[in-house]
Nanobody, 129 residues
Framework: QVQLVESGGGLVQAGDSLRLSCAIS????????MGWFRQALGKEREFVAA????????SHADSVKGRFTISRDATENAVYLQMNSLKPEDTAVYYC??????????????????????WGQGTQVIVSS
């Protein structure tokens, strides 16, 4: 019943930047972890980044580390993905997700055991060379 709506995707040139937004239908519980995944055509869905709502601890995939940054805004019930220095290989549909967990645990444990349950419909990012 949690609804996640992504926005901000588009067609850009290599080296450009985009910021993806994920609107959350309700105030996230502090125990939730939010994440971004992406799926390129013909490939499996892969992890991009995650952030704990309570502490703001972050995790980024090696492929995007140093270029992408996940963040959250509790006043807006939103999570963001700032994408800089985009490459053609970043082309994919990007999905917002959350585990919807109620358990209280450390930020590190929450990140390491993050398993999405709720998903948005995705937003397309196309990076041309």
């Amino acid at each position: 019943q949690v609804q996640l709506v992504e926005s901000g995707g588009g067609l850009v040139q290599a080296g450009d930047s985009l910021r993806l937004s994920c609107a959350i239908s309700e105030r996230p519980y502090s125990s939730w972890t939010m994440g971004w995944f992406r799926q390129a055509l013909g490939k499996e869905r892969e992890f991009v980044a995650a952030i704990t709502w309570r502490g703001g601890a972050k995790s980024h995939a090696d492929s995007v580390k140093g270029r992408f940054t996940i963040s959250r805004d509790a006043t807006e019930n939103a999570v963001y993905l700032q994408m800089n220095s985009l490459k053609p290989e970043d082309t994919a549909v990007y999905y917002c997700s959350t585990d919807g967990r109620m358990e209280v645990m450390s930020n590190n444990l929450a990140l390491s055991t993050f398993r999405p349950v709720y998903w948005g419909q995705g937003t397309q990012v196309i990076v041309s060379s």
